[in-house]
């Protein structure tokens, strides 16, 4: 007999180690899963502090996740040596928020539009707006780079290329963020517009004072969901933007690959660097994130 079952005075019964059992499963499940997304994450940022020939030597064993051997920043300072990293980095916060920001008033707007107004032909619409993402973005690039540059500027110029304004106006309206505003909307109950109404409010009084303070879930979701893809931006800045004062820092990322000899230990550090704000701003939000995504998918 187990030492639970002489204090009991009873064994434990089939469900009890059965549910035991199970926990134990999951956690080494979780464990896996850990090691699988935590492991490139650890050697990266270990490999950032390595000289090149070490990090091919290590290769092949453990040693390759552990902070072993000749360690050095020389890494970090070949990095601002090699690019003006902090110009990059301030394009891409400047380029992500503005673009988080403007997307949740417009994908809102629209959202609000489809699912609270009675429109004729809404649901054709919102099947349109959700039928642009089966289309993959590289079949778009060529003709919006060729919309853009016959855009007027404003200052009088003619095209966007090489601005902020390129790498942001494309990406504010998004299906994606629409849907999920959309689906949000309409489980909040139209009851409370019927009421707002009858005491004077337009739809746009109900659309910030109402449903809006409603929907932090789906707002908070919205928001991460955009940022992301906003900071990961690779293909699309390459082809509009010439200058470093516009180019956010994926696109620096091609720069170690151009100028000679290419360095993996300072690939390392750039890729670390520029993935660490992300990782800290995931790690303080963590709580938030999953809230919103669980709250957001329940609601739809």
């Given at each position: 007999?187990?030492?639970?079952?002489?204090?009991?005075?009873?064994?434990?019964?089939?469900?009890?180690?059965?549910?035991?059992?199970?926990?134990?499963?999951?956690?080494?499940?979780?464990?896996?899963?850990?090691?699988?997304?935590?492991?490139?994450?650890?050697?990266?940022?270990?490999s950032s502090f390595k000289p090149d020939l070490q990090?091919?030597?290590?290769?092949?064993?453990?040693?390759?996740?552990?902070?072993?051997?000749?360690?050095?920043?020389?890494?970090?300072?070949?990095?601002?040596?090699?690019?003006?990293?902090?110009?990059?980095?301030?394009?891409?916060?400047?380029?992500?928020?503005?673009?988080?920001?403007?997307?949740?008033?417009?994908?809102?707007?629209?959202?609000?539009?489809?699912?609270?107004?009675?429109?004729?032909?809404?649901?054709?619409?919102?099947?349109?707006?959700?039928?642009?993402?089966?289309?993959?973005?590289?079949?778009?690039?060529?003709?919006?780079?060729?919309?853009?540059?016959?855009?007027?500027?404003?200052?009088?110029?003619?095209?966007?290329?090489?601005?902020?304004?390129?790498?942001?106006?494309?990406?504010?309206?998004?299906?994606?963020?629409?849907?999920?505003?959309?689906?949000?909307?309409?489980?909040?109950?139209?009851?409370?517009?019927?009421?707002?109404?009858?005491?004077?409010?337009?739809?746009?009084?109900?659309?910030?004072?109402?449903?809006?303070?409603?929907?932090?879930?789906?707002?908070?979701?919205?928001?991460?969901?955009?940022?992301?893809?906003?900071?990961?931006?690779?293909?699309?800045?390459?082809?509009?933007?010439?200058?470093?004062?516009?180019?956010?820092?994926?696109?620096?990322?091609?720069?170690?690959?151009?100028?000679?000899k290419v360095s993996w230990g300072q690939i390392m550090?750039?890729?670390?660097?520029?993935?660490?704000?992300?990782?800290?701003?995931?790690?303080?939000?963590?709580?938030?994130?999953?809230?919103?995504?669980?709250?957001?998918?329940?609601?739809?």
């Amino acid at each position: 007999m187990t030492t639970e079952a002489i204090v009991t005075g009873r064994t434990a019964s089939p469900d009890r180690r059965k549910g035991r059992g199970t926990r134990i499963v999951l956690l080494v499940c979780k464990i896996l899963l850990a090691l699988v997304f935590g492991l490139p994450l650890v050697f990266m940022i270990v490999s950032s502090f390595k000289p090149d020939l070490q990090i091919f030597s290590d290769l092949g064993g453990p040693q390759a996740f552990l902070p072993v051997g000749s360690l050095t920043l020389d890494n970090y300072t070949g990095v601002f040596d090699r690019v003006p990293f902090w110009q990059f980095m301030m394009n891409s916060i400047l380029i992500s928020v503005v673009t988080v920001g403007l997307g949740l008033i417009i994908n809102s707007m629209a959202a609000f539009v489809l699912a609270r107004m009675q429109l004729p032909g809404r649901r054709i619409l919102l099947a349109v707006v959700l039928a642009t993402l089966i289309v993959p973005f590289e079949v778009m690039a060529l003709p919006m780079l060729w919309e853009v540059n016959q855009l007027p500027y404003i200052d009088g110029s003619q095209g966007w290329l090489d601005t902020y304004a390129v790498q942001i106006v494309p990406f504010i309206a998004n299906a994606f963020s629409i849907y999920l505003f959309y689906t949000y909307f309409d489980s909040i109950p139209k009851e409370l517009d019927e009421a707002a109404r009858v005491d004077g409010a337009g739809w746009f009084r109900i659309y910030r004072s109402i449903v809006m303070p409603l929907a932090g879930p789906a707002i908070a979701t919205v928001a991460i969901l955009t940022f992301l893809p906003a900071w990961n931006q690779y293909l699309w800045p390459l082809m509009v933007t010439q200058s470093e004062s516009v180019r956010p820092v994926m696109v620096g990322m091609g720069y170690f690959h151009q100028l000679g000899k290419v360095s993996w230990g300072q690939i390392m550090a750039y890729a670390s660097l520029i993935t660490i704000p992300v990782l800290a701003l995931f790690i303080a939000f963590q709580r938030s994130f999953v809230n919103s995504i669980a709250s957001s998918g329940v609601k739809g």
